[in-house]
């Protein structure tokens, strides 16, 4: 999952003014009590259904600090965007993204 930050990160660094303002509206939407931080109550009330698994969320909250930052976010966004997905389409079960 780190990596997937990484590039996440770097392609947000990279990218226009309008992306930029696109992943931080994205993360102001997950945000909804604005304290810069997604709990798992703001998570399950604001993304689709087949993602808002606690599973997922804990996938994503790599340091288990049981809140997602704005980098977490971005990295939800990138994979979204790119179509990399973190459940199985079968199971609806959280897949692992291990590092190499």
Known sequence: ?????ELAIAY??????EEK???RENFR???RNGDGKVCLLEFKKSVSS??????VF?????NGEG????????AIYNMKMTN???VCNGCDDALHVHQT
Do not use: C, H, P
């Open 12 to 17: 947000y660094e990279r990218a226009t003014e």
């Open 29 to 31: 939407r997950l945000d």
């Open 58 to 62: 804990k996938q994503i909250d790599a």
């Open 84 to 86: 990399l997905s973190l």
């Open 1 to 5: 999952m780190e990596r997937i930050k």
């Open 67 to 74: 809140t997602l930052d704005f980098n977490d976010v971005l």
């Open 50 to 55: 087949w993602l808002s698994s606690e599973k």
């Open 21 to 23: 303002d696109t992943g």
